[in-house]
């Protein structure tokens, strides 16, 4: 059993920056991790992954601004958002799972955290 807690959300204006963090319980390395973000009224959607390896996928609408790591030896995840959109704003999500075919698909992770809040003004 995988246990995630993610913080580092905030309110933040439109172009600034935040970082969130995503504490595992197990053993970092040996996981795929994604963030996911979920919007009121909108359906969760993949955000950034990891693989084990250290290769990163994003969703189209972050890359160049949102960049996904890991620190293995502090179990933990994280994204660093830059440029924010007031359209980023959402509840973001860090998931895990020990194998992953399609890395921004929301079904292919058992392992949730709780989220943590964003929002972007303009």
């Known amino acids: 059993q995988v246990q995630l807690v993610e913080s580092g959300g905030g309110s933040v204006q439109a172009g600034g920056s935040l970082r969130l963090s995503c504490l595992a319980s197990?053993?970092?390395?040996?996981?795929?991790m994604g963030w996911f973000r979920q919007a009121p009224g909108k359906e969760r959607e993949g955000v950034a992954a990891?693989?084990?390896?250290?290769?990163?996928s994003y969703a189209d609408s972050v890359k160049g601004r949102f960049t996904i790591s890991k620190d293995n030896a502090k179990n933990t995840l994280y994204l660093q958002m830059n440029s924010l959109k007031p359209e980023d704003t959402a509840m973001y999500y860090c998931?895990?799972?020990?194998?992953?075919?399609?890395?921004?698909?929301?079904?292919?992770?058992?392992?949730w955290g709780q989220g943590t809040q964003v929002t972007v003004s303009s």
């Open positions: 990891i693989d084990s390896d250290g290769s990163t």
């Open positions: 998931a895990a799972d020990f194998f992953v075919m399609t890395p921004l698909a929301t079904d292919e992770y058992d392992y």
């Open positions: 197990g053993y970092l390395q040996y996981y795929f």
